[in-house]
């Protein structure tokens, strides 16, 4: 029973451990993950540099960022932080067709 008594807070620390810090992670993690996989033409994002623009093109491992002045930027795909605004479906089927 001494053992029990021994071994119980080291679990609990693991436990906190991973419900505080290792799960959230996690799920941050995650939602970064989707965020770059569902990347598309026309999206309006911002990097994690800070830079504000539209996706221009988009392959498997770089992203053409469109900024304001027209310039165009390679970037890796890792380095695109947030969606502020997702292209409109409609709008790219007509430039498509």
Not at 32 to 54: A, C, Y
């Amino acid at each position: 029973m001494a053992q029990f008594g021994t071994i119980l807070p080291l679990v609990l620390m693991f436990v906190l451990f991973y419900f505080l810090l290792i799960r959230p992670q996690q799920k941050r993690q995650k939602a970064v993950q989707t965020m770059q996989v569902g990347l598309k033409k026309g999206d309006k994002i911002i990097t994690i540099g800070g830079l504000h623009g539209f996706i221009d093109s988009i392959d498997e491992t770089k992203a053409v960022i469109k900024c304001g002045d027209g310039s165009r930027l390679t970037y890796e795909r890792s380095a695109i932080r947030e969606v502020v605004e997702s292209a409109p479906e409609d709008k790219l089927a007509k430039k498509e067709s």
